[in-house]
């Protein structure tokens, strides 16, 4: 059963320019969504992909409720987010990456018990919530701190904290690892993860990090210009766009070098002391029996190609 549904979502937006030629002020409009239509099952984790001013933001927006669609339907958990009812929204959360939504000058712990009375949740309830969550996060210490003396991967997992501690059914995440290190990046997807895979929330995600994609979602939304591009298994994705395996060999001294150049193979490239080969098919069959033969199993990867490859080729044929 769907427990989102988009049919047709327009969105428009109407600015004023003035013009110093004619001294007359001039109405612009832009449209940021031209008609999507939208599907998903609960307990789904949702990647949406695309340039920045495809409009993405804009439709994480209106399906929690921030914004209006200029036309089409909107249904999320049988409610129509723009009418803001208590029901629906205590069922979702939003967590933007670029926007705190704690009180900058509070601990978090008093944060905390804030949302705990805004969705009116019961404290035995959120005591024990709260304690999983700030064992799974390992932001024990931190609560007592205010949020602006917290580093920023800190201030993003009580973030994720806060919009968790009332159990939503819907978690929508705007670019919630921008700016963060690798290891926070890693600390995040790996307790939302298991958020989704434990608790069956469903997540939608937005993210210029594609590893965020990778790791989290197995289906894609790809929008460009306002326009659903793609929409689909990720793994059904990679294999139409870029079939090609990458093998990756790492070249021990000369010799190694001089054996990688011999190889047979049309995509071959040296990096350094590193021998990349890109082939699929029946060639890459061929490819690997020589690749095996003439170098050490510990010193051979083979994987797939980078999304990030996938997504401009994508862009590059719809332009």
């Not at 969105?11 to 002020?25: A, G, L, M, P, Q």
């Not at 973030?159 to 819907?170: D, F, K, W, Y």
């Not at 890693?186 to 995600?205: P, Q, V, Y």
Request: with cysteine.
């Amino acid at each position: 059963m769907n427990i989102i549904e988009t049919k047709n979502v327009r969105k428009n937006y109407t600015r004023s320019r003035f013009d110093w030629r004619t001294f007359k002020v001039e109405k612009i409009q832009k449209r940021a969504l031209l008609g999507i239509n939208l599907e998903v099952k609960r307990g789904e984790f949702l990647g949406f992909i695309g340039p920045n001013g495809a409009g993405k933001t804009t439709f994480l927006k209106i399906l929690s409720g921030i914004m209006i669609p200029t036309s089409g339907m909107v249904n999320v958990l049988g409610h129509y987010p723009f009418e803001k009812k208590y029901e629906y929204l205590r069922q979702i959360s939003l967590v933007m990456g670029q926007k705190n939504a704690l009180w900058w000058d509070l601990p978090a712990i008093d944060s905390f018990k804030l949302q705990r009375d805004i969705y009116d949740v019961k404290r035995s309830d959120f005591d024990k919530r709260l304690k999983e969550i700030c064992e799974i996060l390992d932001i024990e210490k931190i609560l007592g701190r205010r949020l602006r003396n917290m580093s920023l991967g800190e201030r993003m997992k009580c973030e994720l904290a806060a919009c968790l501690l009332h159990r939503p059914r819907v978690v929508f995440l705007d670019e919630p690892t921008i700016g963060l290190d690798v290891v926070s990046q890693r600390a995040i997807r790996k307790f939302l993860k298991k958020m989704n895979e434990e608790e069956g929330i469903t997540f939608i995600l937005t993210s210029h990090y594609l590893a965020d994609i990778e790791e989290l979602c197995e289906r894609v939304v790809i929008i460009g210009n306002g326009q659903k591009i793609y929409d689909g298994r990720l793994k059904e994705l990679k294999e139409k766009y870029a079939p090609d395996k990458v093998i990756q060999i790492f070249l021990n001294d000369l010799e190694d070098k001089k054996k990688f150049a011999h190889l047979e193979c049309k995509n071959k490239r040296l990096e350094g002391d590193l021998g990349v080969i890109e082939s699929h098919g029946p060639e890459l069959v061929k490819v690997s029996e020589q690749v095996f033969k003439n170098f050490g199993v510990e010193n051979i990867l083979i994987s797939d190609p980078d999304i990030e490859e996938v997504v401009v080729k994508i862009f590059a044929e719809t332009r």
